[in-house]
């Protein structure tokens, strides 16, 4: 058959079909693999949308080339190809376990998780996001009208389809394909489709036809039940043996809420739910134990509710109690029915005793549902673990709220979390604690259980439960039983009294949250609580998140839209150009938004319903289509009125939709009846919403008709990097450590931000976006320089996030490390007028005092800031000890300090302080020395006045700073800067080579004191030594910084010792003949790398918190007689290099000239500096505010400049 | 590229430019790997001074508190702190 425009229209339907049901699959598989945790589903989408766009962009790359001229074969290949893709990814992901090395019953490390789905999701969405450009073109092709308009009505249709074949396939997915074909039926459905539309292609060359009719067979092949059923097995069995090595898989089948399968190890069965074991049975002693405690605690029960549980014998055990009833609650009667061929003929009889009522119900759908007045006198929740959005449900207060409502009087809930026996740890503690404050919020009573996992037995009703194992023995033998077969002895060793006192206080002393639907905390802190088990630092790193409130995810879009109106105003664009890149931020924007309220939904909806794992395809699909509704009234839209002001209307419109949101899903979850249909018309109204900007913005950015690929293109990645952006980021941060709500609330205020680019691009005045004479570019991709600025300050706010976080700094020890260093044997805390211990026993020399420095002497500051050190003093006034805690020094210049520290033990304090006359300091860090002895003497006078009443030390030593400001280092500096000016507005070659000669002399060889990256850092970390410790630094850096605000890079020019080097040898290499001149556009790029290094080591010293990153720059070890190992190697090659190029260094590879280069921007006393001469420039500055300008000054007379020769 | 290179001075000045790059990379390297505090990494249990110190009753104290007495305040040398 030719192909014609519905062919390819159908091609896009399908492929959008086909992208829902590979999308549901492997989000199926990923969530059994990773054992139910949803925040695979941020990472999924995340993954699947960037590589999308990756695939995009490769179109887009490729579409020049006469080989895609035809995109119609490639598309037919991609459709045969996709299958075979999607089976490997199956495959990849069932084995993915093994490769990781992840052993059973282990979670996978969040980063491994990130990792391995990141690639497993490559091919499939890489080949689906490169279709859709080539779909585009082949449609336009076929169209063949030759108008711009057209461009907008086919991408938008095809649009349309790709969302209406999304809703197709979700649908099929949900209610067709996996309820009655199972996986591999369901592979061979989709394979047949896409071979079928392969084959309507018509290809005619023999090998393409053959590929199409092997396709088809093995869709067929796999349809059939023989064939398939096989499979499916084989692939059951290779995914159960990474999960459950040493279980024997007896049956499997996907739930509604999950995977669930049977297994058998000798006479034990368990069951397997999303690859974790959640009962087994028989296990009669423990199922004794159980029901003796709990029917003690709660001894006059007659109804009960049990939620599952029915597997393991304690329906059985409890009957033999007299009870009345037990309602016991079944999530799944499917997995019911699978499971109870198998169990025990006693536990079969048990279910089926008329004193049981089974509920085939979800458990918080049952008890909303539950009649008013209708109450029990024990529920237990043993089953469920918090390490799913799914099942921490029955953590949330508003299920304890639900449950104690139909709890009576005298009601107990008993409840079971994994916690540790030996150890609770801050996150074990918080993880356990969490739930038992969540429960003591509406059941204050509680009774602790303590081991491996904590059972909590909960009430209102005081006196009704305890910790008394005596009085629960006595408890458990009043019951009227036939045979009281529990050794009730056994309850004094189930509740060991400094057990539970351990538990109690250390629930007291840790910080815990209350878990809730929109807030599931207790989800959380099983995340951080596997990475911590993993040893992934991805846990510190949320936890970090968590302590910083909103601000991490406020900062990168402030900053970014911030930026995009700086680069708007300062660089040279048309406002076509403007509005173009407006209109793309707002489609990512929608992009990231879309998905963002894809997985609010997605999770709100397992937090409240709870078969996620079921409907994904539908939800998904759903929202497609609102997506396709969307696109369709935005194309209206794009008609009839002018699109950039529609679109700003679009953002409006979903900006107050999602801070409405939370308020509607509060609505949703006060009726059962109204959730789910609720849950699936907001995906489709949200989708509906998000859809509407993209033919809008397609409408904004157009360019001409032959642009309709790279149109198509640029749109769908804009949408798709959004989109992966806001997958990953909601996902696997926003939603688990913000929650529901202000994650709504956040997606508000970030299409409200991306108003602002759209309101500059519409409305700025001219002469604002012609202010660019100073932003002028001077170098090559001017988007790379601002995407490099971008992460820098994200970074830096990151740091500023952190240090606002960062716990203050430890003035408390334990008694093991007092002992260490004062030999008293037992201390006491005193908090004023400090935090010290006073020590006795131990030593017969008597009490001892023991101080952190930062609390006995918080002002001294080191070269980086304050220095912190444990130290004890006794009363006579000796130094018993002293140990380093912690400091923000150059760490190569302390890694001796202990021993330095050691060697003071025994010094006699009472009558002399400590200084460098007395000791000899550490080598190479004498500021440091310095201030870690006045530390000392301070701290040991504070003390020794507090704990002794005597004053220890002379008072008022004069510090051995030779009256620093009349210091020869600090005059011969402030004369060398003096000199500065008046040879700088001179404008005087001689003048400008004898300063540099004098600051080459001074600074350099005399002084060592030069301002490099380390200072940068270390006044952006707020790490100084203080003004009277080191008053020459301070001229130093207030000088370099005062002028390049107002002079530009004249450091670099003028004083820099190693500039100066570099110079006269750059100036020895003309005279030799050797300078040569690079081509102008080598030249210009090579030039960049020094703001690429600049970027690369603040990041990496921020992110890192190692300044040695910071230390590569020879100009900090030239001066220092630092030669030596690779050093020497850099400085070797730079100076050689200054023979042939000038000041070869400074040039293209200094990071701290690349940060004083920015100041060539500002120089707001430009105007006043001698008058540059650019036509005698052989470096190329051809302008006032060119970045490149290093304030040489050569220009002026153009002696040594040489253009000749290039 | 090739507009790049149009001169035998273009490459040896991007020669210059990767050697110095290279040597930064190096120099970054071995600082990072100085710093790293002696013995970390993967550590061996020094059996002899494991069994020196059993054998001296040291560590016997600490296992102690691991079990929970059967008789009231019997070895009970820690209070209320299970396994420390």
């Known amino acids: 058959m030719p192909a014609n425009r519905f062919l390819v229209f159908g091609v896009v339907l399908i492929l959008g079909a086909y992208s829902q049901i590979v999308q549901a699959i492997l989000i199926r598989e990923s969530l059994v693999v990773f054992y139910g945790n949803e925040v695979s589903l941020g990472i999924f989408f995340g993954s699947w949308l960037f590589w999308v766009a990756a695939g995009s962009l490769v179109a887009l790359r490729l579409a020049r080339l006469p080989a895609f001229s035809r995109p119609l074969p490639w598309l037919r290949r991609l459709l045969l190809l996709l299958p075979l893709l999607l089976l490997l990814q199956i495959l990849a992901l069932r084995l993915v376990r093994l490769v990781l090395d992840v052993s059973s019953s282990e979670f996978v490390p969040l980063g491994e998780l990130f990792v391995s789905l990141f690639l497993i999701n490559t091919p499939s969405a890489l080949v689906l996001g490169f279709a859709f450009p080539l779909a585009c073109r082949s449609f336009q092709q076929l169209s063949n009208t030759g108008k711009s308009d057209s461009v907008t009505g086919n991408v938008s249709r095809l649009y349309v389809a790709d969302a209406l074949g999304a809703l197709f396939g979700g649908v099929l997915f949900t209610f067709v394909l996996i309820q009655w074909l199972g996986l591999t039926g369901s592979l061979g459905t989709v394979t047949l489709m896409l071979s079928a539309i392969a084959w309507l292609f018509g290809e005619k060359r023999r090998k393409g036809r053959l590929a199409v009719w092997i396709t088809g067979l093995i869709g067929l092949a796999l349809i059939l039940p023989q064939s398939g059923q096989w499979l499916e097995r084989q692939l059951e069995a290779m995914r159960f043996s990474t999960l459950q090595p040493s279980l024997e898989l007896v049956d499997s089948l996907d739930t509604r809420y999950g995977h669930l399968a049977l297994a058998r190890l000798g006479g034990q069965t368990s069951i397997v739910l999303d690859g974790q074991i959640t009962e087994s049975f028989p296990l009669p002693l423990e199922i004794e134990q159980q029901a003796a405690y709990l029917l003690s605690q709660a001894n006059d029960a007659r109804r009960m509710l049990l939620f599952g549980n029915y597997a393991s014998g304690l329906v059985e055990e409890l009957l033999r109690y007299p009870v009345e009833q037990i309602d016991l609650v079944v999530e799944d009667r499917r997995a019911y029915e699978r499971v109870y061929p198998n169990l025990p003929e006693a536990g079969r009889n048990a279910l089926a005793d008329p004193r049981v009522a089974l509920h085939f119900s979800d458990g918080r759908r049952f008890v909303n549902r539950l009649e008013t007045g209708r109450t029990f006198d024990l529920v237990l929740v043993l089953n469920a673990s918090p390490a799913s959005a799914y099942s921490n449900r029955y953590f949330t207060r508003e299920f304890y709220g639900q449950i104690a409502a139909h709890m009576n009087r005298r009601g107990v809930l008993c409840t079971r979390v994994s916690s540790a026996s030996n150890y609770l740890g801050k996150t074990v503690g918080g993880f356990s604690g969490s739930v038992y404050h969540t429960l003591k919020s509406l059941l204050p009573e509680i009774a602790i259980v303590p081991g491996d996992d904590h059972v909590y037995c909960a009430t209102r009703a005081p006196g009704r439960i305890t910790e008394d194992p005596g009085e629960l023995e006595r408890r458990y033998l009043k019951i009227s039983l036939d045979e009281h077969r529990f050794p009730a002895m056994a309850f004094h060793s189930m509740l060991p009294a400094a057990d539970i006192r351990y538990v109690r206080k250390r629930f007291a002393e840790t910080e815990s949250e209350i878990n809730t639907d929109r807030h599931p905390i207790t989800y959380y802190l099983n995340m951080v609580l596997w990475g911590r088990f993993s040893a992934s630092e991805f846990a510190d790193w949320m936890e970090q998140l968590r302590q910083q409130g909103l601000w991490p995810y406020l900062l990168p879009p402030i900053l970014f839209v911030l930026l995009w109106l700086m680069r708007g105003t300062l660089e040279e664009a048309a406002r076509p150009v403007i509005r173009r890149r407006a209109a793309s931020l707002s489609i990512t924007m929608l992009g990231f938004i879309a998905m963002a309220a894809q997985l609010v939904i997605l999770f709100s909806y397992q937090a409240h319903v709870g078969f996620m794992f079921e409907r994904v395809a539908l939800i998904n699909g759903l929202f497609m289509t609102g997506l396709a509704f969307g696109a369709g009234i935005g194309g209206l839209l794009a008609r009839t009125l002018r699109p950039a002001p529609a679109l700003m209307g679009v953002m409006v419109l979903t900006a107050g939709a999602f801070a409405a949101a939370p308020q509607l899903l509060t609505l949703l979850s006060t009726s059962t009846d109204l959730q789910e249909p609720g849950y699936l018309a907001g995906s489709l109204v949200l989708g509906l919403l998000t859809g509407m900007g993209f033919p809008l913005g397609v409408s904004v950015t157009q360019q001409e008709q032959s642009g309709v690929v790279r149109s198509s293109g640029i749109n769908q990645l804009a949408d798709n990097l959004g989109g992966a952006a806001g997958g990953l980021i909601t996902g696997t941060l926003m939603v688990p450590i913000l929650g529901v709500d202000w994650s709504c609330y956040l997606l508000s205020l970030f299409a409200l931000m991306s108003l602002l680019p759209l309101l500059f691009a519409l409305a700025a005045p001219e002469r604002l976006i012609g202010l660019n004479r100073r932003g002028r570019s001077a170098f090559p991709w001017p988007g790379l320089g601002w995407a490099s600025t971008f992460m820098v300050l994200w970074v830096y706010g990151g740091v500023l996030l952190q240090q606002g976080t960062e716990p203050a700094p430890q003035t408390r020890f334990d008694d093991k490390h007092l002992a260490r260093i004062s030999d008293s044997a037992e201390f006491e805390l005193r908090e004023q007028p400090f935090d010290y211990y006073l020590g006795s026993g131990g030593s017969p020399e008597g009490e001892t005092a023991s101080v952190a420095s930062i609390a006995g002497a918080p002002d001294v500051r080191g070269y980086a800031g304050a220095i912190n050190l444990l130290l004890s003093v006794d009363g006579a006034g000796i130094l018993r000890g002293a140990r380093y805690v912690d400091s923000n020094e150059t760490p190569s210049y302390i890694t001796g300090i202990d021993g330095w520290l050691a060697g003071l033990r025994g010094i006699d304090l009472s009558a002399q302080s400590l200084t460098l006359q007395r000791i000899d300091g550490l080598s190479g860090a004498t500021v440091t020395s310095r201030a870690a002895l006045e530390a000392i003497n301070q701290s040991v006078a504070a003390v020794g006045k507090a704990a002794f009443d005597k004053n220890f030390g002379v008072q008022g030593d004069p510090p051995d700073i030779p009256g620093f400001w009349l210091s020869a280092r600090f005059i011969a500096t402030a004369l060398l800067l003096l000199a500065f000016f008046p040879v700088y507005l001179s404008g005087s070659e001689p003048g400008r080579l004898a300063l540099q000669f004098a600051s080459l002399v001074l600074l350099g060889v005399w002084l060592n004191s030069l301002v490099t990256e380390v200072d940068l850092v270390n006044i952006s970390l707020g790490h100084l030594s203080s003004l009277s410790e080191n008053p020459q630094r301070w001229l130093l850096l207030g000088f370099v910084l005062i002028s390049a605000l107002l002079f530009g890079q004249v450091w670099c020019g003028y004083l820099c010792p190693f500039g100066a080097l570099q110079e006269f040898i750059s100036r020895i290499g003309r005279r030799l003949g050797l300078r040569t001149y690079p081509g102008r556009q080598l030249d210009t790029r090579l030039r960049f790398i020094k703001f690429l290094l600049l970027a690369l080591l603040l990041i990496g010293v921020w992110s890192t918190g190692d300044t040695s990153l910071a230390m590569f720059n020879p100009m900090q070890h030239a001066f220092g007689s630092r030669w030596q190992g690779w050093m020497l190697g850099i400085i070797g090659v730079v100076l050689i290099g200054a023979l042939f190029y000038f000041r070869f260094w400074c040039r293209y590879l200094c990071p701290f000239g690349a940060f004083l280069a920015l100041s060539n921007k500002l120089a707001l006393l430009n105007r006043f500096a001698p008058r540059r001469r650019f036509e005698h420039c052989d470096l190329g500055v051809k302008e006032e505010f060119d970045i490149d300008c290093i304030r040489c000054s050569r220009c002026l007379t153009g002696r040594d400049t040489h253009k000749k020769s290039r | ?84």
């Open chain 2, 1 to 84: 590229m090739r507009q790049y290179f149009r001169h035998l001075r273009d490459i040896q000045l991007l020669g210059l430019v990767c050697v110095t790059l290279v040597f930064i990379g190096l120099f970054l390297t071995a600082q990072l790997q100085q710093l790293e505090p002696k013995g970390s990494g993967w550590r061996r249990i020094d059996i002899e001074l494991l069994q020196k110190r059993l054998e001296s009753g040291d560590l016997s104290d600490h296992e102690a508190a691991w079990y929970h007495p059967e008789i009231e305040g019997e070895g009970d040398v820690r209070d209320g702190e299970p396994g420390r």
